[in-house]
């Protein structure tokens, strides 16, 4: 009896220490410029404005078997604003938008995650222009694996959608720009 106890406490054992050994944490690999936060708004219906944050920094915890701890920080600095157009970006960062002066950053910070068919439906608290609200984003697994350089990598995308006055931003720019989505991809290094 002592015997099959203690095979069943090394077999329990075993199998949670090999389910801790799937979550992992990953850096976003911002340096080797494989990650992008990127959105777009409609420009009075007419057309698409893209736009991208040039500086930005995170980390995210994956877990394949059990996405309820898998977790994601997000960092951006609301400054690094591009558009493609010195002085629509500097127009953008002034406080008829992001107000990039008195808020400099923007943050995501999940507050939970759930499998849904092959998507992950990523929710968090994002706080822009002083102001935080929930959002969530749709993510698919790109891929994973060895790197080159024998790091272990996880890549990424995801999509969303802000409402601009849900984040204080009061311009109007018209009944067809008044959301903006996200456009996320990411590749993280294992650490």
């Known amino acids: 009896m ?21 979550a992992a944490d990953y850096k976003i690999d911002k340096e080797g410029q494989h ?6 708004i409609q420009h009075l219906g007419y057309s698409w404005l893209y736009g991208t944050f040039k500086d930005f920094d995170g980390s995210f915890t994956f877990d394949e078997k059990n996405p309820s701890a898998d977790k994601v920080n997000v960092t951006i ?7 493609n157009h010195a002085e629509r970006d500097k127009h953008l960062r002034s406080a008829d938008f992001l107000n990039a002066g008195k808020f400099p950053q923007a943050t995501f ?7 849904d068919g092959d998507e992950l439906d990523i929710t968090g608290n994002l706080t822009l222009n002083g102001v935080t609200k929930p959002v969530t984003l749709e993510a698919k697994m790109l891929g994973e694996g060895k790197d080159p350089w024998g790091g272990y990598r996880a890549g990424f995308e995801a999509e ?13 720019l018209g009944p067809a720009s008044q959301k903006v ?4 991809s990411v590749e993280g290094v294992r650490q």
């Not at 990650?35 to 777009?40: D, E, K, Q, S, Y």
């Open 181 to 184: 989505q996200l456009i996320i």
């Open 2 to 22: 002592l015997k099959k106890t203690l095979t069943g406490m090394i077999a329990a054992s075993l199998l949670m220490s090999s389910a801790a050994a799937l």
């Open 109 to 115: 910070v999940s507050t939970s995650v759930k499998k």
């Open 77 to 83: 600095n609301t400054n690094s604003l591009d558009t």
């Open 160 to 172: 969303g959608e802000i409402v601009l006055k849900d984040f204080n931003i009061k311009k109007d």
């Open 35 to 40: 990650a992008f936060v990127n959105f777009r």
